[in-house]
């Protein structure tokens, strides 16, 4: 896909890694939404999460959220219909979110992965096609919960 707009955000853990996630995703082209937090101030990662959300669910673009674990962004990620959210450490588990689970939410850990290894996973996300097929089914019946 060329590069569009996307979403970003993060709480007080996840600012660092998303500044460097801005620049490199800028540097590739994409207009990139900062969604906040915008200090390292003490903050509660399901506003950010909520925030981005709507937007993603609003706009059919696609969100990146992080906090030092990737755990908080992501389970408040998923409790909105229609948010299929994907916390990826490993560069297969951010190809396969797109390709078998069409996730349209990345969400990335600070505290435990490497800066530069986030901007792969984030740049393998963002260019990755859902592969449909047999993949549609099973992703239409996350919504049997
Ligand atoms: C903040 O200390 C931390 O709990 C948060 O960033 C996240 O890891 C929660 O899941």
Redesign the pocket.
């Known amino acids: 896909m060329p590069p569009g707009t996307l979403f970003i955000a993060s709480?007080h853990?996840?600012v660092k890694m998303k500044a460097e996630l801005v620049r490199f995703l800028e540097n590739k082209g994409w207009k990139v939404e900062d969604l906040g937090a915008h200090s390292s101030d003490s903050v509660d990662?399901p506003e950010y999460a909520h925030r981005l959300c709507a937007e993603v669910l609003a706009t059919g673009r696609k969100g990146i959220l992080i906090?030092?674990?990737g755990?908080?962004?992501c389970m408040a990620a998923n409790r909105h219909k229609g948010i299929r959210a994907a916390l990826c450490t490993h560069e297969f588990q951010a190809k396969s979110s797109r390709g078998h689970n069409d996730a349209n939410v990345l969400c990335l850990a600070e505290r435990i992965t490497a800066p530069a290894l986030a901007c792969v996973m984030a740049d393998i996300f963002l260019q990755g096609e859902f592969e449909g097929g047999r993949h549609q089914r099973r992703v239409e019946r996350i919504e049997e919960a």
């Open positions: 709480d853990a996840g990662y906090c030092g674990t755990i908080g962004m």
